[in-house]
């Protein structure tokens, strides 16, 4: 039975009254901040509602340690009042059921603002 | 303040005891004894031990006051707090006696008092003792410690996994003569609506007594000039952002409640923070007309009460879905994310709370970002201070009643105080708009489901079987799932209740389930570690968290300890949690420490084998050299936990609508902030 492999989602959580639009800019880069692969996502998140994007392979691959991976930089229009706009980054592992399971691998510190 | 039993204190306190302390009021005896220096700090090195006794004492507080007959038709004794289980007299003659730390108690005390100086005396019976003679009488119910669930007194006043064991006596509230005329207020309800066109709605309940009795005008027993003989004229004014309202009524005879209404065209709603603005509107209640121009426009009312509302609509979605069943709170019709923290008491000794301690609280949440509140049940029904500043700020308060982590008896003494106290609390905080839940109990239902010796300690042959065939005495859920539902029913609708949390609300389910309604996650901290939160999938995570030391300061103030050591003699005195130095250790590893949550060593060797030595649940790279990167890393290890728990049930919008974590408060008095707070700006934090 086919195994869907473990993914890198960019999770990002509107917790406004109003909709959110704009782009995300992912970056894989070194710790002396060579950028190594990047991906650009235009999200649209209504009023109180999330956002997925699963990221490139180029972008969430791994180098040996130590190692630093993406770092995602809003360059999108915050509409006015969206100002709450929450951004992680988490594993997402293979379906289960109705629905998904997402895991933040912290261990090499991905997550970021 | 004097004990009435000395022999249970330290030989060399006794007589000074039975001569007496001074006491001040509000106060409780602990801090008198403190402030008169015949104990030390209850929090210092291993001081709770060692005063353990105080909980043994009968302590009398006595107090003489001079007092004139002003010529009001009543004069009224009034306790708004006494904590606990007292007996009063004035003058020599019995006034009454009390039995719940949370209830205001009245008495009409017209013939006791006497021209001059008189004589109030309170005794109060040993709480820890009174638990145990009443569980002698009604019975064990399972509970931690002491028998704490025997009485309408604060828990974790007995001991928690959190805090000291100073279970003590004492006037925790303020009490004196009110003398009045004519009618007084005895409870206003001012409960807010809001209609499809933005129109606000106010509806007012004013509970009044008169002073002749029920139904019964003040003139009957005392005639005064230009005070009405019938009805009683109520009138309500609305005001503040540029409302003007009033409705008037009158109370008639026989009655003792009131209800006016009050529409508020364009009202500006009230947001919980991050949602809109927090706009309050002052109530003013006047009832009764005194004086010789009663009944014109110019008379002065016999009673006033002021307080604030907010106009705002709450309502909670469980309706069952794909994931299971939400709990998701809606204002004004929209869902809220609920961010926020448990508030535990914040002082182990209540009565040095005041106005600017709450205020530094509330700070310390409005700079987490935090937009809720959670008041957990084994404390107090907290200061109007602290509603007040989570109405002005925009934080939505989550109340438990105060009943937490045990089983309660529901005999006829149990249940009249319950029930006057929930008709008191409920009245009291009606006019919040920040108060959103009422919750009904911590804990008590997955304790009776899930906890082991809960079921079976309350199995009764002698009463009506049960539909699975056995007698059961009554455990407390008549309050949560009977009594409390019907009282909201009568005195607040507006607000949401849930009996207990954690609850599911599907039947047949194990009530800490994570996807059905609320649910507590401590088998992170106490047996997984912190990368277990993502095994769950919370529709509303109301407790969870992860343990830490206080700040360094506070630490190094109270634990004396030569050398420091993470197993000294006073650290272990304030470590409260069942094995917590073990715990804090295997958290780390693979995070700040090597090895695996799992590992254990024998004599020494990781994972090896019975004949290497003792057992240990501690690996020799757990052992930091320096105390000092120890603290730190205990506080990082929190700081981290409870974000990696936070921001992966963020990740789950939708399915998760919100977080609660505790507020980590150590057995130590302090305000400093820990770095989880800090981590907390980043995790809740706003961008933009």
Excluded at chain 2, 501 to 508: N, Q, R
Excluded at chain 2, 617 to 643: G, K, N
Excluded at chain 2, 659 to 674: E, K, Y
Aim: glycine share 10%.
């Amino acid at each position: 039975m086919p195994v869907t492999p473990d993914q890198l989602v960019l999770v990002m959580v509107n917790d406004t009254r109003q909709a959110w639009e704009g782009q995300w800019r992912v970056e894989r880069h070194r710790l002396d901040g060579t950028v190594l692969a990047d991906q650009i996502a235009q999200v649209s998140i209504p009023a109180g509602r999330q956002a997925q994007v699963v990221l490139e392979a180029s972008v969430a691959a791994f180098g040996a340690p130590p190692r630093r991976s993406s770092w995602p930089v809003p360059t999108g229009r915050v509409l006015p009042g969206s100002s709450t706009i929450r951004l992680r980054l988490w594993t997402k592992l293979s379906d289960r059921g109705a629905g998904c399971e997402y895991r933040r691998d912290d261990q090499y510190g991905l997550a970021s603002q | 303040m004097a004990a009435l039993n000395p022999q249970v204190a330290p030989e060399d306190l006794r007589d000074r005891l039975a001569n007496g302390v001074e006491a001040r009021v509000p106060g409780e005896a602990t801090i008198d004894l403190l402030r008169a220096g015949l104990i030390g700090d209850p929090y210092d090195g291993d001081n709770e031990q060692a005063q353990q006794w105080i909980g043994d004492v009968d302590w009398r507080f006595t107090c003489q006051f001079d007092w004139h007959d002003d010529g009001s038709q009543r004069h009224d004794l009034v306790a708004y707090g006494l904590d606990t289980v007292a007996a009063l007299e004035l003058n020599g003659r019995p006034v009454g006696s009390t039995q719940n730390a949370y209830r205001t108690y009245r008495w009409d005390v017209r013939n006791l008092l006497k021209d001059g100086g008189n004589t109030l005396v309170v005794s109060f019976t040993s709480p820890v003792r009174e638990g145990e003679r009443r569980q002698t009488i009604l019975g064990y119910y399972p509970y931690d410690s002491h028998p704490f669930n025997q009485l309408r007194k604060a828990a974790s006043s007995f001991g928690w996994d959190w805090g000291i064991d100073v279970a003590n006596a004492g006037i925790w509230q303020p009490i004196g003569i009110d003398s009045w005329s004519g009618v007084r207020i005895a409870q206003v309800r001012p409960l807010v609506g809001v209609d499809d066109q933005g129109g606000g709605l106010l509806t007012v309940d004013v509970d009044l007594e008169r002073a002749g009795g029920r139904g019964r005008s003040g003139t009957d027993e005392k005639a005064r000039p230009g005070t009405q003989s019938g009805g009683i004229p109520v009138r309500v004014h609305l005001g503040g952002n540029s409302a003007d309202a009033q409705a008037c009524s009158c109370l008639n005879a026989g009655a003792d409640t009131v209800r006016l209404v009050l529409r508020v065209p364009d009202v500006q709603l009230w947001w919980p923070r991050g949602y809109g603005d927090h706009p309050l509107y002052t109530v003013d209640v006047m009832a009764g007309q005194e004086g010789a121009n009663a009944g014109s426009d110019e008379s002065r009312p016999q009673a006033v009460w002021t307080g604030r509302v907010g106009f705002r609509t709450v309502s909670v979605d469980t309706a069952a879905d794909e994931d299971g069943r939400p709990f998701r709170i809606s204002v004004n019709g929209v869902p809220v994310h609920a961010h926020g923290y448990n508030w535990i008491p914040d002082d182990a000794f209540i009565t040095r709370m005041n106005k600017d301690r709450y205020q530094r609280r509330m700070e310390d949440l409005v700079e987490s970002n935090s937009n809720m509140v959670r008041i957990w049940g084994g404390g107090y029904y907290e200061s109007d201070d602290l509603y007040d500043l989570a109405d002005e700020e925009g934080v939505m308060v989550w109340q438990d009643f105060m009943f937490a982590c045990a089983a309660y008896p529901e005999d006829p003494g149990n249940w009249s105080e319950v029930e006057a106290e929930a008709r008191e609390q409920i009245g009291r905080l009606s006019p919040h708009p920040s108060l959103v839940v009422w919750n009904g109990s911590n804990e008590n239902y997955t304790a009776y489901a899930d906890w082991g010796g809960f079921k079976n300690a309350l199995v009764d042959p002698a009463a009506v079987p049960n539909m699975y065939g056995y007698g059961e005495r009554p455990w407390g859920d008549g309050y949560y799932s009977d009594l409390f539902p019907r009282l909201f029913a009568q005195l607040d609708p507006t607000r949401i209740y849930l009996p207990s949390s954690p609850m599911s609300f599907t039947k047949y389910t194990s009530p800490n389930k994570d996807n059905d309604g609320t649910v507590h996650i401590w088998d992170v901290w106490n047996s997984k570690g912190y990368k277990a939160y993502r095994d769950y999938r919370p529709r509303f995570a109301d407790e969870f968290g992860y343990q830490a030391p206080p700040a360094w300061s506070t630490l190094t103030r109270v634990v004396h300890d030569s050398p420091l050591d993470p197993f000294g003699t006073q650290m272990l005195v304030h470590q409260k949690a069942i094995d917590g130095n073990i715990k804090l250790s295997r958290g780390m590893r693979s995070h700040l420490t090597p090895g695996d949550f799992y590992d254990i060593s024998y004599g020494g060797v990781v994972n090896g084998r019975r004949s290497d030595g003792p057992h240990s649940w501690l690996i020799p790279s757990d052992r930091w050299e320096d105390i000092e990167d120890w603290h730190w890393a205990c506080q990082l290890q929190q700081a981290q936990a409870v974000r990696f728990g936070v921001e992966y049930m963020r990740s789950l919008e939708q399915v998760n609508a919100g977080t609660a974590s505790p507020s980590g408060s150590p057995p130590a008095t302090s305000s400093l902030p820990l770095p989880s707070l800090y981590s907390a700006q980043g995790f809740r934090g706003l961008l933009g």
